[in-house]
Each structure stands twice: as C-alpha cells, then as structure tokens.
C-alpha cells in the first residue's frame, strides 16, 4: 500500500446488513454540513491510511479497529484538481463493539443504518455512498 501520498481515509464498518453513520455538524465552515458519513478524516503525522481510519475511529467512536477487521481497501484520486487522493476501506464490528460506542464531539448524531439506505440517502455524502456501491457490486 503507498502511504507516503494521501489526504485521508474513511472506513464503511459493517455489521451484517448495517453500517454505521454519523451526521456531520451543520456548519458552514466544514465540508459536506448536515450530511451523513463514515468514520475517518484526514490524515496526521505520517499516518498510515488503517492508522489514519483506526484514530479517527477512537476519535469518533471511542471505537478500536484492529488490522483483522478491515477487509477491503482501495485508493482513489482526489475529488477535486489538485486535492490528494484518499483512501476508502471496508471493515466488519461486532455488536458488543457497537454497544461500547461513546460518540465524540463532531458531529450530530451517530446510528446503525440499513447499507441500502445508505447508499441512496439524499443526505449520504455521495463520493462516499458510490464508493460504497462500488465495493457491494465488487463483493458480490
């Protein structure tokens, strides 16, 4: 995996049919405000991208990741000229790591929605929701 030239990563954790989401703050001074997301952001100190995914995940979450439970990675280019790539994992959680959740101070709201759901969610940040899609047809 190249690390040495990325922005940032996010992760799609999934358990079973669910994946969990959260909703962004709706202020404007953030990208995509209001909107529902994955866990992860960008990326600090020459992290790694499952090192960036696994701080952003405690950050968030109060959640551990371990290497084992990420199934899925792949890179993609930045969204816009000029901006680094990122990359975008998929990972599977356990129920007994859903109910040890201790949402942190960004964002709204957090919550285990139906993968379909999100994936055709008007307030799904879409890159993420078509990334998402991408992999499901992948897996299949």
């Known amino acids: 995996m190249d690390n040495a030239s990325f922005g940032g990563a996010k992760i799609a954790l999934l358990?079973?049919?669910l994946l969990l989401v959260y909703q962004r703050d709706d202020r404007p001074d953030i990208p995509w405000p209001g909107l529902w997301d994955l866990p992860g952001g960008g990326r600090e100190n020459g992290e790694t991208p499952?090192?960036?995914?696994?701080?952003?995940?405690?950050?968030?979450?109060?959640l551990s990741i371990g290497a084992q439970q990420v199934g899925w990675q792949r890179r993609?280019?930045?969204l816009f000229p000029g901006y680094p790539p990122t990359w975008f994992m998929v990972g599977e959680i356990t129920p007994g790591q859903i109910a040890a959740i201790r949402f942190g101070d960004e964002?709204?709201?957090w919550r285990m929605m139906p993968i379909t759901a999100f994936i055709h969610?008007?307030?799904?940040?879409?890159?993420?929701?078509r990334r998402l899609a991408e992999y499901l047809i992948q897996r299949d």
């Open 107 to 109: 964002g709204q709201d």
């Open 50 to 62: 499952l090192q960036c995914v696994q701080r952003e995940t405690r950050e968030e979450f109060g």
């Open 15 to 17: 358990c079973d049919d």
């Open 121 to 129: 969610h008007p307030q799904g940040i879409e890159h993420l929701r």
């Open 76 to 78: 993609y280019d930045g």
